[in-house]
């Protein structure tokens, strides 16, 4: 099995432009999870889907922040404009709905820097 | 709002030593996750608590809930270097902790 897979690994940009990132889950995961590290804030939930459906948004920052998830295997969040404190690093999770305690399986993450 | 509380924040231990990582949280919930980092690194899953009571081992590592006092722990038997890691406690997997790092030396 590949994992979960991200993309970019890294991404340098400047404040003001749109920033996309990728997540591929496990095939036949059907819940997925993006999460943002920082060190001031440690590990904050943004969103999290069920059979690409947005379950639970309420840790989007604000509204340039957005999250889709058109199939079963691919999400992007996508922040527009981007601002220097959105630096941070960017995991995805996947899992196994319906057996609660099926753990996550989490991407490499997408380190962003934005000057 | 919820939140989670992990004691020590820091932890430096010798090879071979016993100790207890403590996570306290505000909410009634019987769903209490842990997960490792290494530096640099993604998180793993470790232990997935799903009931008052519940108890987990993997190697040297041990986690019980207890839902009534609103606490889990996370148990490190005679540790070994390779444990040296960051780890955190999550409830729901939407609250996490801020986090123990451990450092375990010769």
């Known amino acids: 099995d590949a994992g979960v897979i991200q993309s970019p690994r890294h991404e340098v940009t400047e404040m003001g432009q749109e920033v996309t990132l990728r997540c591929k889950p496990i095939s036949g995961h059907n819940s997925l999870f993006w999460y943002r590290q920082t060190m001031m804030r440690g590990l904050e939930l943004l969103i999290y889907?069920?059979?690409?459906?947005?379950?639970?948004d309420s840790g989007m920052p604000e509204d340039r922040f957005s999250a889709k998830m058109p199939n079963a295997s691919f999400s992007t969040l996508k922040i527009q404009p981007s601002e220097p404190r959105d630096s941070a690093v960017y995991f995805c999770?996947?899992?196994?709905?319906?057996?609660?305690?099926?753990?996550?399986?989490f991407g490499d993450g997408t380190r962003l820097s934005i000057l | 709002e919820l939140k989670v509380e992990q004691n020590p924040l820091f932890l430096s231990m010798q090879e071979g030593k016993n100790y207890t990582i403590y996570c306290n949280y505000s909410t009634t919930s019987d769903r209490l996750y842990w997960y490792r980092q290494d530096p640099g690194k993604s998180l793993e899953s470790l232990f997935v608590?799903?009931?008052?009571?519940a108890v987990k081992q993997e190697g040297r590592l041990m986690a019980s809930l207890d839902t009534k006092a609103r606490l889990s722990t996370l148990h490190i038997t005679a540790a070994v270097h390779d444990l040296s890691a960051t780890y955190f406690c999550a409830v729901d997997k939407v609250r996490f902790g801020a986090g123990t790092r451990l450092t375990v030396k010769p």
């Open positions: 889907f069920n059979n690409n459906v947005p379950i639970d």
């Open positions: 999770a996947s899992s196994s709905q319906g057996t609660v305690n099926q753990p996550q399986h």
């Open positions: 608590l799903l009931s008052n009571g």
